[in-house]
């Protein structure tokens, strides 16, 4: 079993649309969380971290459920810059690795 | 925010050659990097944590005798692929961390190595 995983789409939406990516880790030793994305043939950015409270910048909300091992993210209000590969990302207690999922791929169409 | 380089963004070579990739923090020191290696459609999947001043420490998998890391100054660390092989051909990218916390890791925008 993978220790991200992703639905690696794609996910074509209109523009305006909301959208969601789902993720799941195994290890519950998983410490911190991040929403990375990545533009065909460049290197990934980071686009959020993800609190378990849950959190928000601008159109973009992250949600964290520890308990299911399990994290969200919503884009609302579509735009066709938004087109590319989300990565979700996990980070382990104590150290400095990232482990990252393989990716969903959006793309916006007008 | 932080910047770093890498140097070839991309390289094609004969199978059997050996490359080497630099990658550079250019506006901060970095004590830790890390090396990644991403196929298509794949994960970036780690393959070592080069800490400056000793040896690298590589992931269940990566052949330490084929991915040579050395991390010669807190600016530089170099990724040596020897004798490469068409399957090596990939998208390698390097991070360093500018001080504690994920969020300090920033990318470089990565080589792309074609082993024909």
């Known amino acids: 079993r993978k220790e991200v995983e992703q639905d690696p789409g794609p996910f074509n939406v209109p523009e305006g649309a909301t959208v969601a990516f789902n993720c799941t880790y195994s290890?519950?030793?998983?410490?911190?969380f991040f929403w990375y994305r990545q533009d065909c043939r460049k290197e990934p950015k980071l686009l959020m971290s993800v609190y378990s409270s849950g959190n928000e910048d601008g159109r973009f909300t992250a949600q964290l459920n520890r308990a299911s091992q399990y994290i969200s993210l919503l884009i609302r209000d579509s735009k066709l810059s938004d087109s590319a590969t989300y990565l979700c990302v996990v980070n382990f207690i104590d150290t400095d690795k990232l482990i990252f999922g393989t990716g969903t791929r959006l793309q916006v169409f007008p | 925010g932080a910047v770093v380089s890498q140097h070839p963004s991309w390289v094609i070579c004969k199978s059997g050659t050996s490359v080497k990739i630099e990658c550079r923090s250019l506006?901060?020191?970095?004590?830790?990097m890390f090396w990644y290696r991403q196929f298509p459609k794949q994960s970036l999947m780690l393959m070592a944590t080069s800490n400056e001043g000793s040896k690298a420490t590589y992931e269940q998998g990566v052949e330490k005798d084929k991915f040579l890391i050395n991390h010669a100054s807190l600016t530089l660390s170099t990724l040596t692929v020897t004798s490469a092989h068409p399957e090596d051909s990939s998208f390698y990218i390097c991070?360093?961390?500018?001080?504690?916390?994920?969020?300090?890791?920033?990318f470089g925008p990565g080589t792309r190595l074609l082993v024909l």
């Open positions: 290890n519950s030793a998983s410490q911190s």
């Open positions: 991070s360093a961390k500018s001080g504690r916390g994920v969020e300090t890791q920033y």
């Open positions: 506006d901060f020191q970095a004590t830790t």
